[in-house]
């Protein structure tokens, strides 16, 4: 019941307030690293958004060229073929672990018995890949300790005969996570010999000023939490990712060179909000309009990233298929179902495996 309690009062924290007007879409980035394109256009004929209902998921589309088929019809056509060779590691959030066994990032949201880090990507099969799983993190432990695990695993998966692509899709934390791993790879001089890429799908490489308010609530759930199964937390999960701490890392940050980056973001009207996640969100539009409900768009850009997408939905409906949950408390926390997760993976892998070698887009305008 405290937990219950310490959850719905973190919720609740502010009233809610009016929302401005979006604005420019802007990114917080150091000035060395704001290196960003804008691939929105062209990546919409992956997303197939000839169909209406799906369109209206994503903002800045409308003005995608017709004849911008022919240049996906290429581009999926060259990753299919260095499918077979690419090895796909999805890195979930912060509290990944509390819903692993249902909510798998992108998954089908049936719930099992037990972790599997395959099961719920057969909706992909179609796509050749070596490999396409999840990892099992303890998403409340530090980004260093995750950044390890993250790191050992992608070694492992390079050590397989003809993998030639590692890709690591990072969802909110995991992307943080994802981001650490390459570092330490990159300082221990252990980098594989791969093509490396990274996709941030709102991840708060730039940090989240809910850091600093969620901390109690977030380090009070307990394995036996109504919330599903967390593992343990330490004293960093959330510290690490306050924008003074993430502001550090990039400081100091030396990632692999040649490293493919890509972005993934998304942005919610209130109404499109779950009710118990609307405080939060009105809370972060007193500092960006354009937010999720847990990070601002703009701390969601990775550096030097090509900008693939900016939904519009909320921070857990983006990847987590929670509306099938069987636990009806986080089936609260879904607002607006119906957000195709299946057809945006797929398009961001399609994209990331036939992404040519001298790439040309137009600089993101901010």
Not at 215 to 237: E, R
Request: with cysteine; charged share 20%.
């Amino acid at each position: 019941m405290t937990t219950r309690r310490s959850l719905l009062g973190a919720l609740l924290l502010g009233a809610c307030t009016t929302v401005p007007s979006p604005g420019p879409l802007r990114a917080h980035l150091p000035l060395r690293e704001a290196g960003l394109r804008d691939a929105r256009a062209a990546f919409a004929p992956l997303l197939a958004l000839a169909d209406p209902e799906r369109e209206r998921w994503f903002d800045g589309t409308e003005s995608t060229a017709a004849d911008g088929s022919a240049e996906a019809d290429a581009r999926r056509r060259l990753a299919l073929s260095r499918s077979a060779g690419t090895v796909v590691l999805i890195v979930p959030g912060l509290l990944g672990d509390c819903v692993a066994r249902q909510a798998a990032p992108f998954g089908d949201g049936v719930a099992r018995d037990r972790f599997e880090p395959a099961a719920p990507y057969g909706a992909y099969a179609d796509l050749g890949l070596h490999t396409l799983e999840r990892l099992d993190l303890p998403g409340r432990q530090s980004v260093a300790a995750n950044g390890a695990r993250v790191a050992e695993a992608l070694l492992r998966h390079a050590a397989h005969p003809g993998v030639r692509r590692l890709v690591l899709v990072g969802y909110s934390k995991g992307v943080v996570d994802a981001l650490e791993a390459l570092q330490q790879l990159q300082a221990q001089g252990r980098v594989p010999s791969q093509a490396l890429a990274l996709v941030s799908v709102a991840g708060p490489v730039m940090g989240t000023p809910l850091a600093g308010r969620l901390g109690d609530w977030v380090q009070a759930l307990q394995p036996q939490a109504a919330l599903g199964d967390c593992g343990a937390a330490d004293a960093h999960g959330l510290s690490d990712l306050s924008p003074e701490a993430m502001a550090r890392w990039w400081q100091g940050a030396r990632l692999p060179l040649g490293l493919q980056r890509y972005s993934v973001a998304a942005q919610a009207e209130p109404q499109h909000m779950a009710p118990l996640l609307r405080p939060l969100h009105a809370w972060l539009g007193r500092q960006q309009a354009r937010n999720d409900g847990q990070v601002l768009v703009g701390d969601a850009l990775l550096p030097g990233s090509s900008l693939l997408a900016l939904a519009r939905t909320g921070h857990w409906n983006l990847a987590l298929p929670l509306e099938r949950h069987p636990n009806p408390l986080l089936r609260a926390f879904v607002a607006d179902p119906g957000f195709p997760r299946e057809a945006l993976l797929r398009a961001i892998l399609l994209w990331v495996l036939g992404e040519p070698d001298t790439p040309a887009l137009p600089l993101l305008a901010r």
